[in-house]
């Protein structure tokens, strides 16, 4: 069956934390926002249930905080044990409680989790990740590569078991020195990946022909970062809309898109934890 790897954006832009670097920070969303989105990705829930034609791998990535709402939650349950979904996963700050996974099947429901430090203590974020562990659920864990996060990062790798994956995302705009950059591959031997942008105009990638962008509308893009729709997920026009491309845009700075880079041969270093960010072989020996 061919793949499908689908990212998911609803109007969602709310977050219940501050974190310094983020424009959702503390944003509030307005109530017939939060009906347009509830209903947004009831609409998408039905069309994965639907498409069962496809092995589909599915990401949510909100642009702000999805587990605090009811709505993901029973989501990621409800899609978790459908036969053609590989992996239904979704990026969290994992402030909300997790008792709910224990619903969803674990061989298909994970969880991009990023830990903020000042936000939350350490310890409340290891509790959540113990809770993930003993639910069985398949998580990856993250700090954004920020100089004054690496003391709590270094601290947090200590205290998680080595089967969990630790990943760091380099902070935007941020130049890293060949010592700082050792000092964040130490905790996360794939940090190379992330520290500098992908040259990537001309460059052949999955995204548009295997793997989609889709807002809530059903608009369908290649990626979050080409905002040129190629169809709409609920006309069916998608379909015909997938086929082998190469990238318009000079760079690609972000994990979520240059995982479907071809040349970097991501797919092959993450294979079933691509949407998760778990690396298939982890730990390291
Ligand atoms: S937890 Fe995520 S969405 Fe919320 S403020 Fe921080 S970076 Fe933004
Ligand atoms: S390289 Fe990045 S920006 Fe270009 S098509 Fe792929 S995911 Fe999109």
Redesign the pocket.
Known sequence: MNDLYVLYRGPLASCNYDCPYCPFAKRVDPPELLRADRADLERFAGWVEATTDRRLSVLFTPWGEALTRSWYRDTIVRLSHLPHVARVAVQTNLAARTGWLAEANPQVAALWATYHPGQVTRDRFLVRCRELLSLGVRFSVGVVGLPEHHDEAVALRAALPPEVYLWINAAEGHLYSADEERRWTALDPRFGDSVRP?A?LG?P?H??ENAISVLGDGTVR??H??KTPIGNLYDGSWRTALRP?A???SL?DCHI??V??KPLGLRDVYADGLLERIPAVWPLT
Do not use: D, E
């Open positions: 992908h990537s460059v990638c995204a548009g290649r990626c970062f080409i491309r990238c318009t845009n690609c898109g240059y479907h880079l």
